[in-house]
């Protein structure tokens, strides 16, 4: 079975902060697809990142920085020198090529960024 | 932003009514999905469709069934709504099940 694993459920930091969102998967399938999404206050899911399994190399965008690491089964998503509009819900998921090509979703962390 | 509606965006009901959510959608993805949205449960897929009348389910499908019979429409309906069934549902398109699904602005349901 597949599952996510977002273990922090509210993280709260000053502006300017630098900030990481852990995630850590399970999986058996060898080929599989990971995600990271954000949702505001004004509720819409937005997508931000997609990794696949073959692929290691960390990535940034911006501010934004994430870090797969498969030998720990994780795929963390670090937020440099944080701002309040950065303040959201962000979800990690993981999708599988057997058992149907489910996508699991995380249960999600709440950014707090304060001014 | 990729081209998806949901209607209605919002709706109550009472407990034992159907109820029809539809998702929209002009990016003639092949992929569609229906989610719902709980505090603490993140998103939960309750039923995708690969292709036209292809469906299959997800991992919180009772109480639930969907229909696609046009690529653009995926159908959610709830046959007989029950109060444990209010929550957000967000549909969701990709081109491919390995691809990005991109998500619909949601729909807010309460039953009563």
């Known amino acids: 079975a597949q599952k996510v694993t977002q273990a922090q459920t509210e993280i709260s930091v000053v502006e300017k902060e630098d900030v990481t969102l852990d995630c850590v998967y399970e999986t058996r399938d060898t080929t599989y697809y990971l995600f990271w999404y954000k949702q505001p206050p004004s509720g819409e899911l937005v997508f931000l990142i997609r990794r696949n399994s073959f692929d290691e190399q960390n990535e940034i965008s911006g501010r934004y920085s994430w870090n797969f690491q498969k030998s720990t089964s994780s795929f963390n998503f670090t937020i440099t020198a944080s701002q309040v509009v950065d303040s959201a819900v962000y979800f990690c998921a993981l999708t599988g090529n057997t058992g149907g090509f489910k996508t699991i979703f995380g249960a999600g962390t709440r950014l707090f960024v304060k001014a | 932003d990729a081209g998806i509606t949901q209607s209605p965006r919002h709706k109550v009901t009472e407990t034992g009514t159907p109820v029809t959510l539809r998702c929209h959608q002009t990016e003639n993805h092949r992929y569609m999905y229906w989610y719902r949205q709980d505090p603490g449960h993140g998103l939960r897929l309750i039923h995708y469709s690969y292709g036209v009348k292809d469906t299959d389910k997800g991992e919180v499908s009772d109480g639930y069934s969907v229909s696609r019979s046009k690529t653009e429409d995926f159908l959610l309906t709830l046959e007989s709504a029950t109060s444990s069934q209010t929550s957000v549902y967000f549909c969701?398109?990709?081109?491919?099940?390995?691809?990005?699904?991109?998500f619909g602005p949601g729909t807010r349901l309460l039953v009563l």
């Open positions: 969701a398109i990709s081109g491919d099940y390995q691809e990005t699904q991109y």
